[in-house]
């Protein structure tokens, strides 16, 4: 496990209330420090502290989610790609010097590859825009450049976390940027978790291709179908949002770097902008371009609604497929009770025996929460005023939350209840035989006003559809066999195949998850 993974559990990360209260960050009382100044005055800072004065004053301004940013591991990830590329072009046109250019390279790398995750500690909500991350990854990349350089934290007459980490930039360029970034690099692992759950309905549709029930709109008895059409509609509908969710990322390609404050580009030296997203695209990967008005893509937030609904799209499917399954494996004696789900806890402090649809419901209440952080990125994004918008640290967080329960949530249901998924077939059988859903195949032999009136002499009665056909000589046995064929029924092939099932493609699930980034279409126009 990386340092990363190690502190960056958003159940259980906190984040430390400020700089003189906690024992997370140690004080001058039981530690060595050392003193940074700002603007505003000098605080002592742990010498053991990668991080300084503007995010000691970041988490005393902000215990509120008590969560820092380090639970996203992928955005940390990516401000070191900003972070890193900006390096490489400052120092490509000459603005920054090769040396600390190269430090701050090396620093970049090695948080890339999960270390000092536990250093951006500011929290994931704050005001400001952004700019307290963005300290804190000036910071921490600028003290791992000087210990990198056989120098001491705080040195920074000699690499300056604004002077040469944050040299041609701003927070109101880095930080929308890292975002965008950071959305890229989850989405890949939530896409492969949605894959591989697509494909274990998919499984579950194979395995119940057979298997003839009674389909059901608005609660109520409808046709014929058979099961298998039931799971892999589920697949189906999986796989559609893994579309849905491929196209919405391709809008993050276009990134505002070069704009720094406010998009005219102030303080950003010729060929920076062209050199800085060459740079960016070849660290990540990824199909990056400049925006075209900087002034525009530095004030407007609209492509994250776009991204939040997508979201918010897939995690409201996901959970009516859940709702689903608790229907029907509903009971056992007293619901509709076709499928079994797996039994995974005690459902009950005082029934004895009771087995509750745990997976499923979790499921659900994870969607609910992706509902209400699009209604939160939708308020953010309106939210932003003239050239900037302040509030994009709550954007941030609500989307990135979203995609790791999203994801979490994928990985669970597949694995805790979706392979484990039976089906009761004798008594799904019985249901059949008894149900009269199978009168719709004959009105148009017998005559919509005759199978209404056998429908319900059938229920009456409670006798098969088929034995009174016969009984008020309708149609002769035999005739009633072929109308009544489960191929006919449910318009299932006779090789027993599903349609629209798994393709066979591999996804890869976030404990497997490669070094190779998936790659962003250019957005069109």
Sequence with gaps: MTESNASADPNTASLPLNSSTTSQ?????????????????????PDTAYWGVHTARANENFPIARRPISVYPDFVRAFACVKQAAAR???????????????????????????????????????????????????????RALEIAGRSKGDYAFI??????????????????????????????????LTLLADAFAAKG?????????????????VPMTLGQEFNAFATTLREDVERLEEAVALLGEVNMGATAIGTSINAPVGYKEAVIKHLREITGLDLKTAGDLVESTSDTGVFITFSG???????????????????SSGPQAGIGEINL?????????????????????????????????????????????????????????????????ERAAQTFRINCVNGITANEAYIEDTVDRSVTVITALAPVIGY??????????????????????????????ELGEILHPERLTGMPADDSVGNIATGTEAVPRDEVTTELPIIPAPEG
């Design 25 to 45: 960050i140690p004080t001058s009382q039981n530690f060595p420090t050392r003193t940074e100044t700002d603007s505003i005055g000098s605080l002592e800072i």
């Design 89 to 143: 072009a400052n120092a490509e046109i000459g603005a920054l010097d090769d040396q600390r250019a190269n430090l701050i390279d090396a620093a970049c790398e090695e948080i890339k590859s999960g270390k000092l995750h536990d250093q951006f500690a500011v929290g994931v909500v704050q005001g400001g825009a952004g700019t307290s991350t963005n300290m804190n990854a000036n910071e921490v990349i600028t003290n």
């Design 160 to 193: 300056h976390p604004n002077d040469h980490t944050n040299h041609s930039q701003s927070t109101n360029d880095t930080y929308p940027t890292a975002i965008k970034i950071a959305l890229a690099f989850s989405l890949q692992n939530l896409l492969g978790e």
């Design 206 to 222: 194979r395995e119940f291709a057979r298997i003839v029930k009674v389909g059901r709109t608005q609660l109520q008895d409808a």
């Design 310 to 328: 997508a979201l918010k799209r897939s995690a409201l499917k996901m959970s009516k497929i859940a709702n689903d399954l608790r229907l029907l």
């Design 342 to 406: 797996p039994a995974r806890q005690a459902g009950s402090s005082i029934m004895p025996g009771k087995v509750n649809p745990v997976i499923p419901e979790a499921v659900s209440q994870v969607a609910y929460s992706v509902a209400g952080a699009d209604v939160t990125v939708s308020m953010a994004v309106e939210g932003g005023q003239l050239q900037l918008n302040a509030f994009e640290p709550i954007i941030a967080h609500s989307l990135f939350q979203s995609i790791t329960w999203l």
């Design 449 to 478: 006003v005759a199978a209404a009136k056998l429908a319900k002499e059938a229920l009456a009665k409670n006798e098969p559809i088929a034995d009174l056909v016969v009984e008020h000589g309708l149609l002769e046995r035999d």
